[in-house]
Nanobody, 126 residues
Framework: QVQLVESGGGSVQAGGSLRLSCVAY????????MGWFRQAPGKEREAVAA????????RYGDSVEGRFTISQDNAKNTLYLQMNSLKPEDTAVYYC???????????????????WGQGTQVTVSS
């Protein structure tokens, strides 16, 4: 059983930066894909960024590409999301997700994932 714990959320002004962390505990998958998603009030959960931990393949959502960076420290079982040039529309609860995966796979849809963290709130004020 894998458990994901996010941290690093908070409140910042537009143009600021935050770094989110997601630590995976328990029996992690031997081959794992992970992703960051977000959900704003009244909106569907959307992909922010996703990665294949073994191959390093990465994909970003259109609205964050060039501003956000996903990275990982496999030795610490930790996934990061560096968020720069934050905008008010980035305000949402951010979730970390994980699933087993094959070569070159990177998953960008919430239904693709079977393990989720509890979420961390990010609020960006104008």
């Amino acid at each position: 059983q894998v458990q994901l714990v996010e941290s690093g959320g908070g409140s910042v002004q537009a143009g600021g930066s935050l770094r989110l962390s997601c630590v995976a505990y328990g029996n992690t998958y031997s081959s794992v894909c992970m992703g960051w998603f977000r959900q704003a009030p009244g909106k569907e959960r959307e992909a922010v960024a996703a990665t294949n931990r073994d191959t390093g393949n990465i994909r970003y959502g259109d609205s964050v590409e060039g501003r956000f960076t996903i990275s990982q420290d496999n030795a610490k079982n930790t996934l990061y999301l560096q968020m720069n040039s934050l905008k008010p529309e980035d305000t949402a609860v951010y979730y970390c997700a994980a699933r087993p995966c094959g070569l070159n796979s990177v998953f960008m849809f919430p239904n693709d994932y079977d393990t989720w963290g509890q979420g961390t709130q990010v609020t960006v004020s104008s």
